[in-house]
């Protein structure tokens, strides 16, 4: 009896495909949590945004009309002139794309362009890079 041992060709290629199937939902899965850890990061850069302005609106009783990503944000009215908000603000990792800034005396829009799609409103044609931006917050 010569008992041949080994798998056939049909069975290797059964495997090979399996694992292929398994390695493609793998990759879109990582794909999505990658772009969802993106988006996470570009919302917690808002809210420190967010929470320095307030700081800022509290020691100098109005809001900057802009910030610059990359820069710090320096307190630039009388009563608070020189004081350090944040020491560099934000910037969206992602190429090509910026957070949007509009501020003015009592008010500000701060938004982001989410790669998983906007929940909290849009920021109607405000440029976020090469597209508009679907993800706002403004002051409390």
Same mark, same amino acid.
Do not use: W
């Given at each position: ?7 056939? %060709?049909?069975?290797? %290629?059964?495997? %090979?495909?399996? $694992? ?11 794909? /999505? @949590? ?13 809210? /420190?945004?967010?929470?320095? +302005? ?8 109005? #809001?900057?009309?802009? $910030?610059?990503?990359?820069?710090? +944000?320096?307190?630039? @009215? ?6 350090? #908000?944040?020491? @560099?603000?934000? @910037?969206?990792?992602?190429?090509? /794309? ?9 008010? #500000?829009?701060?938004?982001?362009? %989410? ?19 679907? #993800?706002?917050?403004? /002051?409390?």
């Amino acid at each position: 009896m010569n008992k041949k041992r080994g798998f056939t %060709l049909i069975e290797l %290629l059964v495997v %090979l495909s399996i $694992i292929g199937v398994i390695m493609a939902f793998s990759f879109v899965g990582f794909s /999505q @949590a990658r772009k969802s850890a993106r988006d996470t990061k570009r919302k917690a850069d808002l809210e /420190q945004i967010r929470s320095a +302005l307030e700081i800022y609106r509290t020691d100098c009783k109005t #809001y900057p009309t802009t $910030i610059t990503p990359g820069s710090p +944000l320096v307190g630039a @009215a009388a009563i608070c002139a020189g004081n350090t #908000y944040m020491s @560099a603000v934000p @910037a969206d990792s992602t190429t090509g /794309q910026s957070y949007y800034y509009s501020g003015s005396t009592n008010s #500000y829009t701060l938004c982001a362009l %989410l790669e998983t799609g906007g929940t909290t409103g849009s920021c109607g044609t405000s440029s976020c890079g090469p597209n508009n931006c679907n #993800y706002k917050t403004t /002051q409390p």
